[in-house]
């Protein structure tokens, strides 16, 4: 049972109750006597959920019987830690979002119209021949029966009419996504009673992220380590990771010190950390911390 990001908590609770047992019989009318029935969420999926799409997953917002929008829309390929984790996920239609090492899908519809326009399947200078061919077929698959063309492009040669209109025009983006490979996150939590610092999987997001917790963040760049307050933390947590920051430094003696130190509060993530996580977007409007959540010094930009 996969729930997406802004799913209803409601629609568990139907399965649970409603069709669980009816579906159980369709699946044993099949033959199959053993069968477990998992709850996963958007981008926390198991390896096992995965491995069933070939890598071909996309995740976008809205509902999937919505007509289709005349909307710019930008997709982005990422892998991390396996293969089989990589994901294409719907990013802000912003050149800031490119990444000379991976693969972008960019819809742009002409004239409003949701069923004419460019495909263009962007290859970074440092991609891999494979992301390149998966971005390909995906965009295919996106076309469906539209009238929408697509074209193929390589860093540095865009159109200027289309596609860097389309994306707000060209800005710096990343020329690597080597800070992936040594992003390290960890959560501070006391959930238990206890207080315990305990590495997250390497293939986090956004959502793994939780409001009663801290959670530090290395970037992999050797030049800062974030320190995220959730927004339910207690003083106890906070003061706790702090100290768990400072141990943390000390193992690593990479040359950072305390002053790398950033807090950061929930809302308010800058872009070197929000780059840690696939398909980062906009917190709630409810879900936003309050500003006086933690005193101490607060990085914005």
Sequence with gaps: FWQGRDASKMGWLTFKFTFQKHVEKIIEEQGVADMTIIRCYQQLEPLRFLSHFNR???IRPGRRLDPPKA???LYHLRTKASIISSRIIKVAAD????????????????????????LYVWRGGKASEEDWQLCETVAYEMKGDTSFSIQNISEGGEPENFFWFALGGKKPYDEDNAYLQKSRLFQCSNETGIFRVAEMSCDFCQDTLRDADVFLLDPGTQKHLFLWIGQKTSDVVKKLALKSAQAYLEHVRDGRTLKSVKVVRKGKEPRIFRRCF???????????????????????S
């Excluded at 990444?99 to 819809?107: A, G, H, M, V």
């Excluded at 696939?278 to 914005?300: E, M, S």
């Design 56 to 58: 071909k997953i996309v």
């Design 71 to 73: 909307d710019t829309e």
């Design 95 to 118: 050149a800031t979002q490119l990444c000379s090492q991976d693969c972008f899908i960019l819809r742009v519809p002409f004239n409003k119209s949701p069923t004419n326009g460019i």
């Design 278 to 300: 696939h398909g980062w977007d906009t917190w709630p409007v409810d879900n936003v911390a309050d500003p006086n959540i933690f005193r101490g010094k607060v990085i914005d």
